[in-house]
């Protein structure tokens, strides 16, 4: 993993002209079945206090055109002037009435284009204790809630070596950093949300994508922008997850060249978990 620059790379939120198309997005995953898309398991209250204090910090500094911080004797009030939005809590973190979102940290995740995770670690254990994922690329919220980093990421092709001893790791993600790292993966369409369970009634063939469908099947390289912050204090670490589309047929001659490498070089397992084992050979096509 590398360190964040202290550059516009190296801020933890990134608001971009599709701010207000990601905030849609969670607004839909909000009004299918939030349940879905956000899940809790001993998610201590210390940790929570400092994660969310640690965001809106962020979005001030990050963004002080865009957020404004007010208090009164009664309560914290966060001001987002993009959208219109007030969030007031009280000084126990508790949102106050009259609010669509199940906790602070919630509605914290909703004012962001990023996804957000938070791991707790005691001792020799750990555990994921908080999801807000609302772009889900083809995994539940549900299915890695409470478990520790071996078991969310025994699905991983290639993690074997990584999660056979991953204690120390875990031990630099809260004490030090923070770190970001990509991801990335081919897509056949722009969909932010391909949560593994369609919603009633959409049709499923669209829902999960990833199909082919000859030779002008769309692709596009879907990234993930994450970073990791850690909080010693409380023994845990914020993870972001930003997605980003990149159309294959507009990249540029050395980003082909790199893709076409990246996949050439792949396992059969890890063509499997990205789901491109049917289409290396119209990737290599597009990519030549």
Sequence with gaps: ???????????????????????????????????????????????LAAVNWFIIQRLLKEYPDDFVLEKTHRYWQLGNKK???ILRWNMENELLNGTEYISLFDALCCQVQEDMAICQVNRDEDWVAAIHLCAPNH???????????????????????????????????????????FAWGISTDIRLNHHPEAPQGADRDEWYGRRAKGTQTNLYV????????????????LFTIRTYFYDIDTLETHEKMALASAINSM??????????????KMLRERLA
């Design 83 to 85: 959208t219109g939005a």
């Design 222 to 237: 879907r990234t993930e922008r994450q970073t990791l912050i850690g909080f010693p204090g409380v023994n845990a670490f």
């Design 267 to 280: 396992s059969a397992a890890s063509l499997a978990y990205k789901g491109l084992t049917d289409k290396i």
């Design 1 to 47: 993993m590398e360190k964040a620059a202290q550059t516009i790379d190296g801020m933890v939120f990134q608001i971009d002209d599709c701010y207000e198309h990601y905030l849609h997005n969670k607004q839909a995953c909000r009004e299918e079945d939030i349940k879905k898309y956000y899940c809790e398991k001993i998610l201590w209250t210390n940790t």
């Design 139 to 181: 995994w539940a919220p549900a299915d890695k809630i409470g478990r520790p980093f071996d078991a969310v990421h025994a699905s991983v092709a290639g993690m074997e070596k990584t999660t056979k001893h991953y204690g120390k790791m875990l031990e630099s993600l809260v004490n030090k950093g923070p770190f970001s790292r």
